[in-house]
């Protein structure tokens, strides 16, 4: 996992919660790193379920609800540093983008990422199945991430987990446009 989930995971703990819980969640979660990540190097997807454990424990917050509120906000970390993904005119068609435009451009600019997978198909034009794969299992940080967009797109939207398979490394998700 590239080291930007990392650091900007770090960074929004100290935001909302302070450094002391930065500390603590990196002292007491048994990082091979030791919690010193850089933006562009490559770490292991356990010590983000460590230190995520560590915070759902300290804080009481459930980890699918803290992998959601990371992935909204890590969205809007992405749109400021990737402005030429977003060129989409509407949620739907961005997200339909992701495999096929956006993650091939990733991997020139990283190519040591391991990405997920989407793939989605429309039922109208108010919703859209999307399909999540990941050995990572973190289809709530996806779903994060689709709710970050459609505030971006300004767009109101309902999202649910409809299926859960192989442990969750492939999640449906259903995502409605609400009026």
């Keep these: ?6 650091t900007e995971f770090l960074e929004l703990v100290e935001e ?6 930065v500390d603590k ?15 562009v ?9 460590s ?10 917050i459930a980890v699918p609800d803290l992998l959601e509120f990371y992935g909204k906000y890590f969205f809007g970390v992405l749109a400021k540093s990737y402005p030429q993904f977003l060129r989409e005119k509407g ?15 990733v991997l020139k ?11 989605t198909v429309r039922d109208g034009d108010k919703s859209l199945l999307l399909t999540y794969k990941s050995s990572r299992k973190m289809a709530h940080f996806a779903m994060g991430l689709i709710l970050g ?19 969750g490394e492939v999640v449906e998700i259903k995502i409605d446009i609400l009026e």
């Design 1 to 6: 996992m590239k080291g930007i989930v990392f």
């Design 16 to 21: 909302q919660f302070g450094i002391e819980t």
């Design 25 to 39: 969640i990196v002292s007491e979660s048994n990082l091979e790193t030791g919690g010193v990540y850089t933006a």
């Design 41 to 49: 190097g490559t770490y292991s997807h356990k010590e983000m379920f």
């Design 51 to 60: 230190m995520v454990a560590k915070l759902s424990e300290i804080k009481g």
């Design 91 to 105: 949620l739907f068609s961005f997200l339909e983008t992701i495999d096929n435009y956006i993650h091939p451009e």
């Design 109 to 119: 600019l990283y190519p040591d990422a391991e990405l997920p997978s989407f793939s």
């Design 149 to 167: 967009a459609s505030e971006h797109f300004e767009t109101k939207i309902d999202v649910q987990k409809l299926t859960e398979n192989q442990d």
